[in-house]
């Protein structure tokens, strides 16, 4: 069943030549400048708390994946997001898609392909830092 309702969709590109081996079920963090400035559009944009923002395999919004958001805040353009992308093949682009813009749209609860549970689901404790906002390593 396809994404309905949602008004606003855009492709992400991940570059496989980053890695040097192919990975599966790999929780990605994505920041605000993974995103174009209509997600965070006043009119048109994704909900304040993002519970509207979804991501799938696919053009059509069939294939849901896991996310978890770790911080939102439209009036200064903040989103960090955890997607669980199923496989990022090396030197190979996976593209996975972003929806939002669906005013009746709900956090995605136990159940749904969304759920932020499943992008931990084979982890024994997940820390989110304070003000995680951009995406770096400040540690060795």
Request: some cysteine; glycine content about 10%; proline content about 5%.
């Given at each position: 069943m396809a994404l309905?309702?949602?008004?606003?969709?855009?492709?992400?590109n991940i570059h496989g030549n980053l890695i040097s081996t192919t990975v599966t079920n790999f929780p990605m963090l994505m920041v605000g400048g993974n995103f174009p400035s209509d997600i965070f559009a006043s009119s048109g944009g994704c909900l304040t708390n993002g519970g509207d923002?979804?991501?799938?395999?696919?053009v059509n919004g069939v294939n849901e994946i896991a996310r978890d958001i770790v911080a939102i805040n439209k009036t200064t353009n903040i989103l960090s997001v955890y997607v669980l992308v199923p496989t990022i093949t090396a030197g190979t682009t996976t593209t996975i898609y972003c929806w939002w813009n669906n005013v009746n749209a709900n956090e995605p609860g136990l159940g749904s392909p969304s759920q932020k549970e499943l992008v931990w689901a084979n982890y024994y404790g997940v820390l989110h830092f304070k003000n995680?906002?951009?995406?770096?390593?400040?540690w060795e």
């Open positions: 309905g309702g949602w008004l606003s969709k855009c492709p992400i923002i979804r991501f799938t395999t696919d995680m906002t951009t995406a770096y390593r400040d």
